[in-house]
DNA sequence: ACCTGAACACCGTTCAAGT
DNA sequence: ACCTGAACACCGTTCAAGT
């Protein structure tokens, strides 16, 4: 905040003449970063999962461009213009796939939560100066981990590390898209609700 | 830092004794809210779908219960023991569950970001109380959007909000497992993975 | 060797006072 | 009406000084 008004030749109290909180402010600047993010579906020649790989690609590179937005985004559903025309290229996405609209409908919530919570993760990792490399501790772990009492994890050791974080997100899209396409999960269970109850107290 | 230490009785300077940063104390709070997540696969006798989505359920449930822990675990993986024990726990329940190693590794850091993502939002929907009210924001912003520009978004204005949030996380977890199972996805087209180099700059 | 009071260098937000 | 300097109430972290 004190930063921002700096480089805007003022005194931070004048942000708030225009944004209420400094969550306002991200969430507006979200909406504008959002608004960089490619839409290719008019040019449609490449098959609709391509296109919509392409898109939620490219929402990540946006947020990567700036780390503290990407931070809070997953923290802040963005509802500005941009948003919304990110949300509709990729409800027509779904919909050119064949995808049945209930399915649709929370399917983008979970893409947009993947890609979000992907690049905020990853955020961390490469601007912050002083964190602790989690990639290196979660390897030495894993690596120093015993078959007898981990055996799945030692066995694993690994494929858990393996491949790149472009490698592993696209995978993840391609899990995630394949589950919101397969109709059976569409209805769940009535007597699984129950587990997710929240105890009083 | 200084609420903690006056909880303790003591100077917040005495903390750097046993923490190097507020990360790492988070880190180390994180394993321990993992130690309390139920895993119920020794009695066996539920499908593991159930009881993968109970260990789920239960690790999205710790969390909420300290939403400032909830909130750093987007960007912190946990290395610890008990951290340790849920992977090696939900790697053995898509072991039962036949699914192919390969995809199996892959999958347990897509669950534990789908599990820790959901908390992390939750988390503040609920206890931070300056907070801009998401849910009802986005809601407005749906209802009022014009069929001719947002078509899809105006048609599945209802379905999009519709749920309660547990029959979502749920759904998602469905959705996730599901694409894990499907052995098509195991493998990415080389010729995608370009897509997600980061620009130099 | 282990602990800590006090200081340092920051935050976001408010509000009375200025133009 | 619109803007802002200064103050308020916080942070995490460091380090010299204490036991």
């Known amino acids: 905040m004190r930063r921002l008004a700096a ?3 003022t005194g931070a109290a004048s942000l708030y003449v225009y944004f209420r909180s400094t969550e306002q402010l991200y969430a507006a600047l979200l909406d504008e970063l959002i608004g960089e993010v490619a839409l ?11 296109r919509l790989a392409t898109v939620m690609t490219s929402y990540v590179m946006v947020l ?49 939560q993947y890609a979000t919570s992907t ?12 964190t602790i490399d989690d990639d290196s501790d979660v390897s030495r772990a894993i690596a120093t981990v015993s078959a007898d009492t981990h055996p799945h994890l030692s066995k694993l050791r690994d494929a858990l590390v393996a491949g790149e974080a472009q490698e592993r997100f696209r995978w993840g899209l391609e899990v995630i898209l394949t589950g919101i396409a397969d109709q059976k999960v569409a209805r769940v269970p009535r007597s699984y609700l129950s587990l997710l109850k929240r105890p009083s107290g």
Not at 40 to 50: K, T, Y
Not at 70 to 83: D, E, H, I, K
Not at 119 to 130: F, I, K, L, V, Y
């Open 64 to 112: 990567f461009e700036f780390p503290s937005v990407a931070r809070l985004s997953v923290f802040t559903r963005p509802s500005g213009p941009n948003s919304l025309r990110l949300l509709e290229e990729l409800l027509s996405l779904l919909d050119e796939g064949g995808v049945e609209s209930g399915a649709a409908a929370w399917g983008v919530d979970l893409l947009i």
């Open 40 to 50: 290719p579906s008019l040019g449609a020649e490449e098959p609709w999962r391509d």
């Open 7 to 9: 480089a805007l030749d």
């Open 119 to 130: 690049a905020a993760e990853h955020s961390t990792r490469n601007e912050q100066p002083g």
